[in-house]
């Protein structure tokens, strides 16, 4: 893979071994990198060789944070190439949600793609869902998405499988889909820098200023 290809947040990343590893990495962490299991693309600043990345535990409170050398990364997955892997034989609640809402977000013409537990498995076959599992995705928006569309998409994603938790991605940070739909004046807007609150998570003059 091009050294300098751009990894966005949610990718998944392959390459990551255990000798790589900071000395205060707890055992875990070396365990899952030596099992073959990727490492998930974090908002973060970094040096220009190296990818901000997350190693996931099989715990949910096992999350560990570190630099990924790009020259290591051997394969990489995007969560939109995730979108229309066949679930049909497997019955987790987030999948079964996967089914049901396709044919919604595809009819939308955005781009979208799954992440998360949902993603990391569809993505690596290792078993990371369970069943009070929630469905992650993400939308990339490059153009504001007024607040009354929001709220329309945050109806139109309700389900009787799971709780949904779509993160807008803009071209300056992620901003979560049930936020941007709230009457909330200011919403979070999540950046490599940190997270702030913004008023239009599609304003560069406000982030900015």
Do not use: Y
Not at 59 to 71: S, Y
Not at 78 to 105: G, Q
Not at 183 to 196: F, T
């Amino acid at each position: 893979m091009r050294a300098d290809a751009p990894f966005l947040p949610h990718d998944l990343l392959w390459g990551l071994t255990p000798e790589q590893l900071p000395e205060n990495a707890p055992g875990w962490v070396a365990e899952v990198l030596s099992l073959g299991h990727p490492v998930v693309v974090r908002r973060a600043l970094s040096a220009p060789d190296l990818v901000p990345v997350g190693v996931r535990g099989p715990l949910r409170e096992q999350r560990f944070a570190t630099l990924m050398p790009r020259t290591l990364v051997a394969r990489r997955v995007r969560p939109e190439a995730l979108i229309d892997i066949d679930v049909a034989a497997r019955d987790w609640p987030a999948l079964r949600a996967l089914r049901h809402l396709r044919p919604l977000l595809s009819e939308s013409r955005l781009v979208w793609g799954v992440a998360g537990s949902a993603g990391f498995e569809l993505a690596s076959g290792f078993p990371t869902l369970h069943q009070q599992s929630d469905l992650d995705l993400i939308l990339r928006v490059p153009q504001a998405l007024s607040r009354r569309q929001a709220a329309g998409l945050l109806q139109q994603l309700d389900n009787p499988f799971c709780r949904v938790d779509l993160q807008l991605q803009t071209p300056w940070g992620a901003v979560a889909l049930a936020e941007w739909a709230s009457s909330a004046r200011r919403v979070l807007l999540k950046r490599a820098s940190g997270a702030q609150l913004v008023l239009d998570p599609w304003s560069v003059q406000e982030q900015m200023a």
